[in-house]
């Protein structure tokens, strides 16, 4: 899309300064950009900057940072405000209706209008995809799902039956939504399994990313609430519920019917337990474990396995790392109080 | 399927009290149940119980805890036999017969009768397909595979040539089975491929979750026997054996030539280095970590990396969180011995 | 491919023994061999061995291990010319230009000569195969991509538009290149997805594992370097720098912007923060944690979360398992302190 930088600050709501009439039709880094660029810059200026000279047509940036000679749009945040102009310049795209003849589409599937297909995608009976929505190749989508409005399901993505997603949804490239849960009973001699029946909801401007695997319920729902973020590779097990604005980083499992509240952040790697909770808010580091059943106290940051309030993790294990002095310490203070002990045996039996 | 509740009691052998007659069709939770659902409870009766009303058709539970007014089949194990009878009510599909006329199917391939082959689905030469396997959307199923019979490959599973999968096996969508090992030696200059010419074998009533990824031997065979069961997202390597029985949970990884023994239970993120073994029985708590060449003895419970007997490392991690405690009383100590050291030359002197 | 022994060992550089003229097609382990194998001994003879029968029809090994009635090509590092062997028996594939007719490639795109294109792929606008490279059943590359000469992309695997590859890249299935990064900005009410215009550049000889994922740049680009292998299972995030020679185990993630230098060697499930460096050389052992922004010096093994040097690392865990000793003596030290207290203060009573 094409914007003047006029055009753009107003529909951000923000001042600029220099041509307004320049057209910007891109976002670009400052070491890539072109003569219809949008760049920024947030804190601290790229050295080569000294020049002077911008790159690009136009940055988005603070009233302190920026040279009088530049065109600019001015922003006490110029990371969101820039993350915003983007989807003004490069929009997430949206269904133009083109159906590929070699998509599959079940007679009893609905499709609503404006809905993109592309080719080799298998839709299943009773499904029906929202108005706008976007199935790229190879994507596979069973029976009895809803799709809403304008969802994006990259290459391969693939829904198992019965899955429920709401608006403006992504999924990329190869993720898998609604496969069995993990659960068996042990018989004695071989492991019967559990049923798998349950289903998954997705709700409104979820992302989710490539790989990542969400099982359906066992008898109820796998819930993945509205603006929740995920990342690569990510696992997230039966009857799990990720709440309203979630953020989890690539290759982090959730095991089965563990709760993360409203807008709690999770690093990559990370480990749950089933039937654990997080609270609201909290935030959990990178390749740290959460215990079975355990509570996880809002607000607060979380490190290490099993988790522990952050400055009591470093604390922990900058002792850790102290352990030989420790030991040291330990055995002088053997050596000096056997010595001490001696001697004042010995002043003893001189006394006596 | 259907079935009367005197039927499927009599299935499972086991007694029931109400209503025989009446028909079953699916299982659920009971906070989903409509009026043809079995239902169970296990051991703790939900509170919204309390009213008496029994959502759902039956209810599948102890001599104890059932009310006299409620249908009801009785078990000791009710989570086990609400499995055992989901096996009735949900049974595992079966191949029909349909070959949808996408399919791509090489002329030198065998499909025997009634398996079911799906859109887009591709079939290399020298291929054999047993009956009433299941090829759903997309699936590729390179040269020189064998399946074996009621097979279920879910959308876009993947088959390397060479693969061999024994009865009643089950793939969940995206998982690659027979993809190269990971193995190089460095020329000095370069890395050059150790040959990845080897095979996979998995066995009868194996079941794999989404995205796994599961090697095929170097020079040799990698091989998962008879009813493992392993999670999504599990990374299994070269010329690895995994035994009967084995559960694996997801994004547990296992390394070149490592050896899991019958029955054993590996948890959630865990890691093996190459050429390790775990003996019978064992199971490895979540996010462990098993050196290369480690043997884990059967029939005990380990945690940590590297891991420990699960009673000795929650010993070392209670002492871990009390490190800033021992600290202290070094400290102390340190300083107590000194005043003492320094009394006792102070009296020592006097005496003199 | 078939080669006489006298041929091979002359391709290979080294010296034989025994019958010049066998041919030889295949490799093999000692325990699959059949009569046209090759087959290597490495160190340490195999005890089934003690029989001087030789298993297929030539060895690769050590004029130390070798019997004099064998077969043989002599080497000094069995273990790299049998993998050399192997490239002229058992050659990586090249494209023999057969295209399948499902294949749907945009009119726009570039299509080299000899270039194979397996059922149901899909090329999308703009985009260069380069001479001789392989795409299986259902690859899909989306618009604007290039890809080098001699590259093979297994079953599914997906280029998102705008990757580049060099020469010989080898992609395993269900591998995704391309995928947006994770980057947002917290608005106050929502998450702002940061743009990922950015894009991939993997050069040449890169192998990359089945089901890893290779993020875009968000505004930049992320790079995987000449000969680097990565395993399966991957995470690969925007903006990350793998530089030439690198080699990367299963299920390791790396975040955004991370550079990890020449020839460094990452295990299994390692996590990188983001902004880290890794310098040329260093080793750093399965599951370890790097965080964000460290800087790893080369030529060192590191393990442990977060990363230490291993000779560190392993004391301190040694020491971690010592800690209930060492907390005993803490208590039998605090025990004996105050009986000497007691003693000395008794003493000192008597004295005055």
Chains 1, 2, 3 share one sequence.
């Not at 949008?38 to 000279?53: A, H, R, Y």
């Not at 976007?134 to 969802?151: D, F, H, K, R």
């Not at 009591?312 to 352990?323: C, D, H, M, Q, V």
């Amino acid at each position: 899309m094409r914007y003047s930088i006029a055009e753009l600050a107003r529909l951000l709501g923000l001042a600029f300064q220099g041509d307004g009439e320049r057209v910007l039709s891109l976002v670009s880094g400052w070491d890539t950009a072109d003569n219809e660029s949008l760049i920024f810059i947030d804190g601290q200026k790229p050295t080569e900057f000294s020049s002077n000279l911008l790159p690009g047509a136009c940055v988005l940036t603070s009233q302190q940072l920026v040279y009088s000679h530049w065109n600019a749009i001015l922003s006490e945040k110029p990371k969101l405000d820039f993350s915003r102009a983007a989807e003004f310049l490069a929009p997430r795209p949206i269904g133009q209706g083109l159906i590929h003849p070699t998509a599959i589409i079940d007679p009893e599937a609905t499709i609503e209008e404006a809905v993109e297909i592309g080719p080799y995608v298998v839709v299943g009976a009773r499904t029906r995809v929202g108005r706008s929505s976007i199935l790229m190749a190879g994507v596979s989508v069973g029976e009895n799902c809803t799709l809403g409005e304008n969802c994006i399901l990259h290459p391969r993505t693939i829904l198992y039956p019965g899955v429920q997603l709401g608006n403006r949804v992504t999924l990329h490239a190869g993720a898998v939504v609604g496969g069995d849960g993990f659960g068996y009973i042990f018989d004695g001699r071989k492991h019967v399994k559990f049923p798998q029946v349950g289903s998954v909801v997705i709700e409104d401007d979820v992302e989710i990313g490539a790989n990542t695997t969400i099982d359906r319920g066992s008898l109820g729902v796998t819930r993945i609430g509205c603006g929740a973020k995920i990342d690569n590779l990510v696992q997230i097990a039966h009857n799990v519920e990720i709440r309203r604005g979630v953020v989890i980083a690539a290759q982090t499992g959730i095991s089965g019917s563990t709760v993360i509240e409203d807008h709690a952040i999770i690093g990559g790697q990370v480990g749950f337990g089933d039937h654990a909770r997080v609270e609201s808010g909290a935030v959990i580091g990178s390749k740290a474990g959460v215990l079975p059943g355990k509570i996880v106290r809002g607000g607060q940051v979380y490190w290490g396995v099993p988790v522990r309030p952050l400055q009591e993790y470093k604390k922990l294990n900058a002792l850790f790392g102290r352990l030989p002095e420790m030991k040291k310490q330990i055995d002088q203070l053997m050596v000096k109080q056997r010595e001490l002990e001696e001697k004042f045996s010995k002043l003893l039996s001189k006394e006596e």
